[in-house]
């Protein structure tokens, strides 16, 4: 079991920045891809970025490329993400995720354990 407990969220101002941890419990994260999604209110859940085990390899979302960076240190058993140029469109509150799959997942059926969320606000 991995326990992931997200932290950073709060109210920013559009153009600001955030930067979100996720850390890790139960056992190492450099065992798992991570990923980060969000959900804004009466939508799903989508994909924002995820990173693998060492940290070599990265995906965004269309929307958030250029402006997010997602990364890793697994001696902290931590995860980030970074927000730049933030919108009020980024509005969510945004989960991290852990997945035992080689391949990076882009969907949330690809991740097996996920943290309880931390709320982002962007306001005009």
């Known amino acids: 079991q991995v326990q992931l407990v997200e932290s950073g969220g709060g109210l920013v101002q559009a153009g600001g920045s955030l930067r979100l941890s996720c850390a890790a419990s139960g056992r190492t994260l450099s065992n798992y891809n991570m990923g980060w999604f969000r959900q804004a209110p009466g939508k799903e859940r989508d994909f924002v970025a995820t990173i693998s085990r060492g940290g070599g390899r990265t995906a965004y979302a269309d929307s958030v490329k250029g402006r997010f960076t997602i990364s890793r240190d697994n001696a902290k058993n931590t995860v980030y993400l970074r927000m730049n140029s933030l919108k009020p469109e980024d509005t969510a509150v945004y989960y991290c995720?852990?997945?035992?799959?080689?391949?990076?997942?882009?969907?949330?059926?690809?991740?097996?354990?996920w943290g309880q969320g931390t709320q982002v606000t962007v306001s005009q």
């Open positions: 995720a852990a997945s035992g799959d080689f391949a990076l997942g882009l969907t949330l059926a690809a991740y097996n354990y």
